[in-house]
């Protein structure tokens, strides 16, 4: 074929990509329908030219077009990796991991469900094997939910629901494409009716074998790319190689799913990279894959539409039977897992109530796209399946995807404005408003500032104030007096402000990089998370979002429990690390908030939805204030380190601005700019190494802190420092009842808890101990304690503390003290404490 031909071909795809945006924006159809739309005309059109006898003149043209290298492994081996590895970097993978059992349950158990109905359903109503029918219902079985995602996120439908339905698709993608590697194994080796526990034997080994491969995959690029930081464009190279390698290593070397790999290889990456690349290397990395993503992803289309005519050649009458008995049972499997499990899941509340009208949308947007048509591409091409299933496959894969795309995809918006999710809530609406009043305050005042530099007529100025402050002052009066917005709702609206400032903060503190990106990463999350529980249970949702940022995690109390049982320091000290960051993170931007309740919020929702944010946000600066402190008594002269780091990052962000005015300025050169700016890059790589924590050294300090230890000599203190075992608790978590065994005792080091015993309550901060009670009475727990903010706590057995009470004056008198607070002679309670110490 002329190069210059397919130079020429390749351009006008290119172009079509470029015009084929507007054009699915005009229409109001979906991006992917366009597309494909596109496709099956050039398809057909080359077809139709080349069999005609009205002109020869495009002929070669439509031999062209029909003699490109459209191959099933063009698809999975080329367009595949890209789209699938774009998508896992563009994810919020922390706040997916809130999600992690809907996501899984919804992209395994709908994967299956469908190749199981489709598979069985065209087993009895056509004549073909069983294995064959298995291997159409995993072809069909996925989804591209790029058109409803695209929607949702139009119509502001919460952000919770578009995120597990973009997980579920990138998890169903992959575990259908196991199966039909699975069935397709079973077509070729001519085994008609498989056992279904050769299936279940085989399908683990995909999906782990990918998954590891995927990782070390990642891993070696990680650190190819961490050793050329320098190299902008070397990292980009390195990041493009990776998604191709491990699709290839798993496919070819393992025989595992190739899509697995490239799936775990970029959450991997999406993980780890923030905090291993410089946030603009990141930032480019993210922009690059964005744009191969989207040729990747147009190409695809247009080519699988291409061979839509050749594959509907020989098309039957009875197969339209099949198609419809395949869209049925596709369509039925979706109602069972939206309308069957999904309510399931939301009633053990691990999902969000999706409303029906959201289902209805979920069920009627599932497209098909090109991941179906190239999976029944591979099935046309194999010469090892029987012809009969092949033509079969093709036609009933490409069938069903017309039929979404063309029917589906058409009248997706349609069905979305009759379910009435096109208009916004009254909350919505309210909040529009606000928006609008914040915004046009902003504008004024901005406007008044640019009056004043460029000296405008006064005339001019005045009458356009005038007319300015008359629609700002309707626009906040209507957001203030509209009598349907109850005071609750004005308290949430306020609250989805304050989130939403906050989280600009965050991104704007990110910018001047005086927060790490792995860091900026993680408190982003923490205020997506303000805005979600804002937005679905108000002040309840935003107070325990708030209290969850700063809670012990399952992996910190993991890594407690390694270096506590098997000596293994470094995960603890990498999290507590990250925690004393992430909590200095949140005190800066924390104290940046109360500006903009005062001078936004008042003066739209009024004095007391201002006041009950201020009691908001006090409650938790103090709450972080508690839990650094605790942080800080543990591991002195760590947080100041932090803040070093902080105070130089400021410093390098302030040095380079006034480098670019003065570049600005005409004051240096180009040469001497980019000269300085390599020193300022080298001293930022330098501050952004964080210095290391030993956990080990920090427990003596610790102890030493207790005024209850205070007698106790070098060496004795060296012995409890090794006794004492650390216990991290968040608020609410209940630490002991009553009627339980009396064998330990607990010494606050930071926080507080509250005691409950015979209908009295106690608070004990730090400094203090509880538990001692029940065993020097010897008798059952009679009190119930339970944390009442973050704490840490020293852990003591009761052989070990006997031993330290009768060594210690200062112990023995709070012991007297607590008992007498309690109305418990003190004497009978350390009478023997007392004779074994004399």
């Given amino acids: 074929m002329d190069i210059v031909l397919i130079l020429s071909i390749i351009a006008t795809l290119f172009l079509v990509i470029g015009v084929a945006e507007p054009l699915a924006a005009r229409l109001r159809v979906p991006y ?15 077809l139709f030219f080349l069999r005609t006898e009205l002109t020869d003149a495009l002929n070669p043209m439509a031999e062209a077009i029909l003699a490109l290298p459209i191959r099933s492994n063009v698809f999975l081996y080329v367009f595949l990796p890209t789209l699938l590895f774009q998508v896992t970097l563009g994810m919020n993978l922390r706040r997916m991991i809130d999600d992690w059992v809907p996501i899984l349950m919804l992209a395994v158990v709908a994967v299956v469900v469908a190749t199981l109905a489709v598979g069985y359903a065209l087993f009895w109503a056509s004549t073909l094997p069983l294995a064959a029918c298995l291997l159409i219902g995993a072809i069909v079985s996925t989804t591209d939910p790029s058109a409803v995602v695209s929607i949702f996120r139009s119509i502001s439908a919460p952000r919770r629901l578009a995120r597990i339905i973009e997980g579920e698709s990138l998890l169903n993608d992959a575990a259908a494409i196991a199966l039909f590697g699975l069935f397709m194994g079973f077509v070729m080796l001519g085994t008609p009716d498989p056992a279904l526990s050769d299936a279940v034997m085989r399908f683990p080994k995909l999906i782990a074998g990918g998954a590891v491969i995927g990782w070390l995959a990642a891993q070696v690029a990680i650190l190819l790319m961490t050793r050329a930081a320098r190299y902008e464009l070397a990292q980009l190279s390195i990041s493009v190689a990776l998604p191709y390698l491990a699709y290839i290593g798993a496919e070819q070397l393992v025989g595992a799913s190739g899509v697995i790999a490239v799936v775990v290889a970029g959450i991997t990456l999406n993980l780890a990279g923030p905090g291993r690349l410089t946030p603009q290397s990141w930032a480019n990395l993210r922009e690059l894959w964005d744009v191969l993503a989207h040729w990747a992803g147009a190409l695809i289309f247009i080519l699988a539409a291409l061979l839509i005519p050749r594959l509907l050649e020989e098309v039957q009458v009875g197969d339209f039977v099949l198609v419809g008995v395949v869209i049925m049972a596709a369509l039925a499997a979706r109602v069972v897992v939206l309308y069957g499990l999904l309510p399931l899941l939301t009633a053990l509340r691990l999902s969000p109530a999706v409303e029906r009208p959201y289902r209805v949308a979920i069920l009627w947007g599932g497209l098909r796209g090109a991941v179906t048509l190239a999976l029944a591409l591979a099935v046309t091409e194999s010469f090892r399946v029987p012809d009969g299933i092949q033509r079969v496959a093709g036609i009933l894969a490409t069938g069903f995807t017309l039929f979404t795309l063309l029917v589906q995809g058409t009248t997706l918006r349609w069905i979305i404005r009759r379910l009435g999710l096109d208009r916004l809530s009254a909350l919505d609406e309210a909040l529009s408003r606000q928006v609008v009043a914040v ?171 201002a006041e009950l944010l201020h009691e908001l946000l006090a409650r938790r600066v103090e709450t972080v204030e508690t839990a650094l402190e605790g942080l800080r008594l543990q591991y002195p002269g760590y947080a100041e380190e932090l803040e070093r780091r902080f105070i130089r ?13 003065m570049r600005e300025d005409g004051l240096i050169g180009a040469e001497v700019h980019a000269k300085l700016m390599e020193k300022i890059t080298q001293r930022r790589a330098a501050s952004e190494d964080r210095p290391p924590l030993d956990i080990a050294l920090q427990r003596k300090d610790l102890v030493q802190q207790f005024p209850l230890f205070a007698d106790l000599d070098a060496r004795a203190l060296r012995h409890l420092a090794r006794a004492l075992k650390p216990r991290y608790v968040n608020a609410g978590t209940v630490i002991f009842r009553k009627d339980g065994p009396a064998r330990r005792v607990f010494f606050i080091a930071s926080g507080a808890v509250e005691l409950e015993s015979a209908g009295q309550t106690w608070r004990l901060g730090r400094g203090e101990m509880f538990g001692q009670m029940a065993i020097l009475m010897k008798k059952a727990r009679r009190a119930e304690v339970r944390a009442i903010a973050p704490s840490t706590l020293l852990v003591l057995d009761e052989a070990r503390f006997r031993r330290l009470l009768r060594r210690s004056k200062a112990l023995r008198e709070a012991v007297r003290s607590s008992a007498e607070k309690r109305g418990i002679d003190p004497t009978r309670l350390l009478s023997e404490i007392t004779q074994e110490a004399g």
């Fill in 32 to 46: 992917s329908v366009i597309l494909a739309i596109i496709g099956i005309l050039i398809g057909g059109g080359a």
């Fill in 439 to 609: 915004a046009l305050q902003t504008v004024r005042e901005d406007v008044a500032r640019t009056n004043e530099n460029y000296e405008l007529t006064h005339d001019i100025v005045r009458s356009e104030a005038k007319r300015f402050g008359e629609r700002l002052e309707t626009e906040v009066k209507t957001a203030e007096d509209r009598a349907d917005i109850l005071e609750r709702d004005r308290i949430t609206l306020g609250l989805i402000a304050l989130a939403g400032h906050e989280r600009g903060t965050i991104l704007a503190r990110m910018h001047e990089r005086t927060i790490s990106a792995r860091m900026a990463d993680t408190v982003l999350s923490d205020a997506d998370r303000l805005i979600e529980g804002a937005r679905s249970a108000g002040r309840n949702g935003y107070r325990l979002a708030a209290r969850r940022s700063i809670a012990y995690g399952w992996a910190f109390r993991a890594s407690v429990v390694l270096h506590n049982r098997l000596g293994l320091s470094r995960p603890l000290a990498r999290l507590t690390a990250d925690r004393f960051e992430r909590l200095l993170s949140q005190r800066l931007i924390l104290r940046d908030l109360g500006t903009f309740i005062d001078g936004r919020i008042r003066r739209i929702h009024g004095r007391r939805v």
């Fill in 649 to 661: 990052r400021t410093a390098l962000r302030l040095e380079e601005r006034e480098y670019a005015t």
